[in-house]
């Protein structure tokens, strides 16, 4: 599966982004999808994250400023960002968990930047 994401740019604090990635169609099943972020000189971390039924999690960080939604149809996760913030500074992967049958696996997508300026 591969996924491809979008979105990003330069922004102002206080102000708003939208990502979108979308996964490669093939048989496998996508499950949950998820958007993870990497500032510089810091460990990868999870943004937020949502299942195929639709059950949605965030950090403690970006809860009530973003807002994570899927279309399964599409094979697309966006991630809404409001109120951004310059420590949202970071590059911004999406992931997906997939399965076939029995055999599951995982893909990142190439990662978007995001720069917030204060």
């Known amino acids: 599966v591969q996924l491809q994401a979008s979105g990003g740019g330069l922004v102002q604090a206080g102000g708003s982004l939208r990502l979108s990635c979308v996964a490669s169609r093939s048989k496998f099943s996508i499950d949950t999808m998820a958007w993870y972020r990497q500032a510089p000189e810091k460990e990868r971390e999870l943004v937020a994250s949502?299942?195929?039924?639709?059950?949605?999690n965030y950090a403690d960080s970006v809860k009530g400023r973003f807002t994570i939604s899927r279309v399964n149809a599409r094979n697309t996760v966006d991630l809404q960002m409001n109120s951004l913030k310059p420590e949202d500074t970071a590059v911004y992967y999406c992931?997906?968990?997939?399965?076939?049958?029995?055999?599951?696996?995982?893909?990142w997508g190439q990662g978007t930047q995001v720069t917030v300026s204060s």
């Open positions: 992931k997906t968990d997939y399965h076939w049958g029995y055999s599951p696996g995982y893909s």
């Open positions: 949502i299942t195929r039924g639709g059950s949605t």
